[in-house]
T-cell receptor, first 116, second 112 residues
Framework: NAGVMQNPRHLVRRRGQEARLRCSPM?????VYWYRQLPEEGLKFMVY????????ESGMPKERFSAEFPKEGPSILRIQQVVRGDSAAYFC??????????????FGPGTRLTVL | DAKTTQPNSMESNEEEPVHLPCNHS???????IHWYRQLPSQGPEYVIH???SNVNNRMASLAIAEDRKSSTLILHRATLRDAAVYYC?????????????FGKGTLLTVNP
């Protein structure tokens, strides 16, 4: 059973460009979470999605950031008009419905975004 | 959110037990205690979780104080692959319990 997959692993963008980060959850997992880890800090929750629904986006910046988890295909975290402060590691995690109450989330390897 | 306090770093020797402490004096009655670890350049990995009773799994043991204001993650025989940052996290049993809040954690160094 393959783990959570994220791509790309490294992404370099210039200020003002768009960044699209992809996350494929583990097989059978319908819950996806995105976290951001700024340099020298712990991971911070951004958004929680289930198939075709955003459940909680309380950790998402109000502007430029959006997330989706379509019926088919991976979850996408999209950052428009990137700025240098967006440089961070972005982690995706997934969990199966039956274990969501226990919060055992399975994390991907992360995408390291660098904004020049 | 209830906060946790962990030492910044700890050091151990290979094949010796390691006890990683965590203080959570403001824990509420419904908060679970979770431990995750993060190896260099990787995503966090679930280690163990518990509510009131001590817990054991193939990776580690979790000892929870009777008043639940502290807990200890126990690695019975440290290996070089256990070198990582260990995070102690609290979450409620309902509502937004999926919202894990990672602090600075404890950086564990394992000496050969």
């Amino acid at each position: 059973n393959a783990g959570v997959m994220q791509n790309p692993r490294h992404l370099v963008r210039r200020r003002g460009q768009e960044a699209r980060l992809r996350c494929s959850p583990m097989k059978g997992h319908s819950h996806v979470y995105w976290y951001r880890q700024l340099p020298e800090e712990g991971l911070k929750f951004m958004v929680y999605l289930q198939k075709e629904n955003i459940i909680d986006e309380s950790g998402m910046p109000k502007e430029r950031f959006s997330a989706e988890f379509p019926k088919e295909g991976p979850s996408i975290l999209r950052i428009q008009q990137v700025v240098r402060g967006d440089s961070a590691a972005y982690f995706c995690a997934s969990s199966p419905p039956s274990r969501a109450d226990y919060n055992e989330q399975f994390f991907g390897p992360g995408t390291r975004l660098t904004v020049l | 959110d209830a906060k946790t306090t962990q030492p910044n770093s700890m050091e151990s020797n290979e094949e010796e037990p390691v006890h990683l402490p965590c203080n959570h004096s403001t824990i509420s009655g419904t908060d679970y205690i979770h431990w995750y670890r993060q190896l260099p350049s990787q995503g966090p990995e679930y280690v163990i979780h518990g509510l009131t009773s001590n817990v054991n799994n193939r990776m580690a043991s979790l000892a929870i104080a009777e008043d639940r204001k502290s807990s200890t993650l126990i690695l019975h025989r440290a290996t070089l692959r256990d070198a990582a940052v260990y995070y102690c996290i609290l979450s409620g049993s309902g509502g937004s319990n999926y919202k894990l809040t990672f602090g600075k954690g404890t950086l564990l160094t394992v000496n050969p």
